[in-house]
C-alpha cells in the first residue's frame, strides 16, 4: 500500500441520507486497501467510522469503484457511495453525467438538478441463481416466515412487506435473517411499509454493517419488490430513516435519485497506519 511515513494517507468523509462513507482516491497513486484497513477504518471510536469504504481507482475506460463493509467483507454495489462519488467527480470536471464501473458493471450518473445526483443501478437481478440464492426457489415470495422478495441489485436482498413497520425489532429481525442459509452469501434486510400512492417507508440492516440511515441498493431492490407485487408502480419514493431517495425502475435499469453530501477531508496519520502492521 502506497502509505507514506511522512504525510499519512488522505480520505473523504461523505455521506447520502446519512448512509456514511470514507473515500480512498487510488488515481494518482495505487493503494492496495485490504479487510484489516477496511475494519480498522470503520471502527467508529478507534478509526473514522463508516458504513462502507469506497476506493476510487482508474478503470480501462472508466473511474472504478471498489467498496469494502464495515466489518472488512467485500460489497458488490453501493448506491449512495456512488451517487457521492459521481457528484464529487462532476464538480471536479465540470461534466453533469458519467459512467463509473464497479462489480456491478458499469453504471451512469448524471446531476438531476436542485442538487440531487442520479445512478442508474442497472436491471434488477430477479433469477434465484444470480441473487444468488441456495436452492431453486420463488423470488417473488420466499419461503421464509412473512414470505419476503428477493432481490439482487449487484447485492442480495430480502425485502419484507409488513403493516406496521415499528412493531418490528429491527436489529433482531436484521441480525437474523442477514445469515437465514437460502442466502449463501448473506443479504440485505428490509422491512417495508406502503404508506400511499407509490410511497414506500423503509428502514434497513445491510449485511456486514448493520442498522444503517439508508441504504441506495436496498431502496432499489425495495421499490422492485414493490412493484413486482403490484403494491406501487415502477415509480415510488422510499422513505428511510436519513432521508428520502426516488426510484424509477425504467427500461435500462433502476434509476436512483437522492441528495449527496462531502463532509469534511483528512488524513490517517502515520501512526494509525502504521499500528496496523
Known amino acids: 500500500m502506497c502509505r507514506s511515513d511522512h504525510i499519512g494517507l488522505p480520505f473523504m468523509k461523505m455521506h447520502g441520507l446519512g448512509n456514511d462513507f470514507v473515500v480512498l482516491d487510488a488515481r ?17 471510536h478507534r478509526g473514522v467510522g463508516f458504513d462502507q469504504l469506497a476506493v476510487i481507482s482508474n478503470g480501462a475506460d472508466a473511474l472504478h469503484l471498489t467498496f469494502f463493509n464495515a ?8 448506491g449512495n457511495a456512488t451517487r457521492c ?18 462489480e456491478r458493471g458499469v453504471l451512469m450518473a448524471k446531476d438531476a438538478g436542485d442538487g440531487l445526483t442520479s445512478v442508474n443501478m442497472g436491471q434488477p437481478q430477479l433469477n434465484w441463481a444470480e441473487i444468488p440464492l441456495a436452492q431453486a426457489v420463488d423470488t417473488l415470495s420466499l419461503p421464509i416466515e412473512g414470505a419476503p422478495v428477493a432481490t439482487g ?12 413497520i415499528d412493531s418490528i425489532d429491527l ?17 440485505n434486510v428490509q422491512i417495508a411499509q406502503i404508506t400511499g400512492a407509490d410511497r ?3 428502514r434497513v440492516w445491510e449485511r456486514g454493517a448493520g442498522i444503517t440511515l439508508a441504504s441506495g441498493s436496498s431502496s432499489c431492490a425495495t421499490a422492485v419488490a414493490a412493484a413486482r407485487r403490484g403494491l406501487t408502480g415502477r415509480a415510488a419514493q422510499v422513505d428511510l ?14 434509476w436512483m435519485t437522492g441528495p449527496t453530501a462531502h463532509v469534511f477531508s483528512g488524513t490517517l496519520t502515520p501512526a494509525f497506519l502504521a499500528s496496523l502492521t
Not at 495505487?30 to 467508529?44: E, F, K, S
Not at 462519488?85 to 464497479?102: D, F, K, P, Y
Request: hydrophobic share 35%; net charge negative.
Open 28 to 44: 494518482a497513486h495505487a493503494l492496495d486497501v485490504d479487510a484489516a484497513l477496511a475494519r480498522a477504518l470503520g471502527d467508529r
Open 71 to 78: 466489518d472488512g467483507s467485500r460489497a458488490a454495489a453501493c
Open 85 to 102: 462519488i459521481a457528484r464529487h467527480v462532476m464538480e471536479e470536471t465540470g461534466q453533469t453525467e458519467l459512467s463509473l464501473t464497479t
Open 153 to 164: 441489485m449487484g447485492n442480495p436482498h430480502c425485502t419484507f412487506f409488513v403493516d406496521d
Open 171 to 187: 436489529p433482531t429481525f436484521g441480525a437474523t435473517h442477514e445469515k437465514h442459509p437460502l442466502y449463501p452469501e448473506r443479504t
Open 200 to 202: 414506500i417507508r423503509m
Open 241 to 254: 430513516d436519513g432521508g428520502t431517495l426516488f426510484i424509477d425502475w425504467r427500461d435500462d435499469g433502476v
